[in-house]
Structures are given as structure tokens and as C-alpha cells.
T-cell receptor, first 112, second 112 residues
Framework: DAMVIQNPRYQVTQFGKPVTLSCSQT?????MYWYQQKSSQAPKLLFH???????NEADTPDNFQSRRPNTSFCFLDIRSPGLGDAAMYLC???????????FGPGTRLLVL | SQQGEEDPQALSIQEGENATMNCSYK?????LQWYRQNSGRGLVHLIL?????REKHSGRLRVTLDTSKKSSSLLITASRAADTASYFC????????????FGTGTRLTIIP
């Protein structure tokens, strides 16, 4: 079945130790998104790619970077995780911007 | 920035009753979507309503949109225990910026 896959589902890292979260999709969608969701809050968009075109949200910290080496894969790099970066990170895809988004199951990040 | 606010923040009803959730937003939109999120999981798209539509149905779901009041409602009829989840509205603003802005969410609990 076509889907959005996120690995790992749970990630524990140490304060300041770089971490990479991955997302892959078999839907062949042009657009991929990364969201941060803290407990009982709405998902907050960090950035998105339209094909290879990268779009950063104005309030996304520099600590967060992303790579999209090909259509299927997208990575979220957190260069120096702080305690405040503990959250669920959600990857989503869509055929074109603003239409239905298909979400992966999320990666829950814990920072010790 | 937060586009939508949902009301109520939390709702508990008996199984079989109808559940109504409301969403208000601030700017002109192309479409409004509703998503469901089970605890600790990714979001699942439920229904999309475009700015020129006033009402839409999908199974037990009924969505209304009032662009003059910048508000939408989601009605779930004949609720089931499996409907227990958080429900988020999301809007695509009308200048086509390829992204959605999510509301604050309603936590729905169905009591068996």
C-alpha cells in the first residue's frame, strides 16, 4: 500500500547531540512537509519542499535543517537538540500545495 | 501563527450521540480540511470543503463552512468508541502558499 513511513518511531538523544529523523513516501507526491507537535498542541509547520524547492517557515529555528535527496526521501536534522525540542515530529506529503496531506505515524523525540 | 481556533477544547459524549466541533479562522481561504489524530499517531484526513461550498457529507461526517463568519463545523453522527481522538481543522489561505495552518484541536472522548 502506498504510504508515508517515518523512522525511527521513537528517538532518544542527549542534549546537544545531533539527531536525524527520516521520512520516506511511496505516493510519489511532489510536496513533503515537516511538522513539530508538542503535547496537546496543533502541528506547527517547520518547512516544506515543493519538489527540490525548499521553503522555510520564518520562525523555524536555525537549529533545524532539512534535506530532500530525491522525491521519496526527506530528512530532518536537529543540529543541537535542546530540552524544548522534545516533541512529536510529523512528516506529510501532498500532490500539490494546500490539498489533502498524508501523514506518517510520527517520530517521538526525547531529549535527555 | 495560529490560523484556527477550535471549540470546544474537549468534548465527552455517550456512544450513539452526535458530536459537534467548531472551527474559526482569521483570513480568506481556498479550502478548509478536517483531520483526526489518535493518541500518539499521525493525522488522518477526513474531509475537505472548498471556499465556494457550504456543506459536505462523507459517511457519518457532515461539514459546514460559513465564509462570511470565517467558521466551520464538523458533525459526527451516531458516535462510536472508535471516534475517540483529537480533531483538527486546517486551512489553506487564499494566496496559494502550498501549506496548511492547523487549528488548536478538539479532544473528543466517546463514553461506551
Amino acid at each position: 500500500d502506498a504510504m508515508v513511513i517515518q523512522n525511527p518511531r521513537y528517538q532518544v538523544t542527549q542534549f546537544g547531540k545531533p539527531v536525524t529523523l527520516s521520512c520516506s513516501q511511496t505516493l510519489n507526491h511532489n510536496v513533503m512537509y515537516w511538522y513539530q507537535q508538542k503535547s496537546s498542541q496543533a502541528p506547527k509547520l517547520l518547512f516544506h519542499y515543493y519538489d527540490k524547492d525548499f521553503n522555510n517557515e520564518a520562525d523555524t529555528p536555525d537549529n533545524f535543517q532539512s534535506r530532500r535527496p530525491n522525491t521519496s526521501f526527506c530528512f530532518l536534522d536537529i543540529r543541537s537538540p535542546g530540552l524544548g525540542d522534545a516533541a512529536m515530529y510529523l512528516c506529510a506529503t501532498s500532490t500539490t500545495g494546500g490539498e489533502t496531506q498524508y501523514f506518517g505515524p510520527g517520530t517521538r523525540l526525547l531529549v535527555l | 501563527s495560529q490560523q484556527g481556533e477550535e471549540d470546544p477544547q474537549a468534548l465527552s459524549i455517550q456512544e450513539g450521540e452526535n458530536a459537534t466541533m467548531n472551527c474559526s479562522y482569521k483570513t480568506s481561504i481556498n479550502n478548509l480540511q478536517w483531520y483526526r489524530q489518535n493518541s500518539g499517531r499521525g493525522l488522518v484526513h477526513l474531509i475537505l470543503i472548498r471556499s465556494n461550498e457550504r456543506e459536505k457529507h462523507s459517511g457519518r461526517l457532515r461539514v459546514t463552512l460559513d465564509t462570511s463568519k470565517k467558521s466551520s463545523s464538523l458533525l459526527i453522527t451516531a458516535s462510536r468508541a472508535a471516534d475517540t481522538a483529537s480533531y483538527f481543522c486546517a486551512t489553506e489561505e487564499d494566496f496559494g502558499n502550498e501549506k496548511l495552518t492547523f487549528g488548536t484541536g478538539t479532544r473528543l472522548t466517546i463514553i461506551p
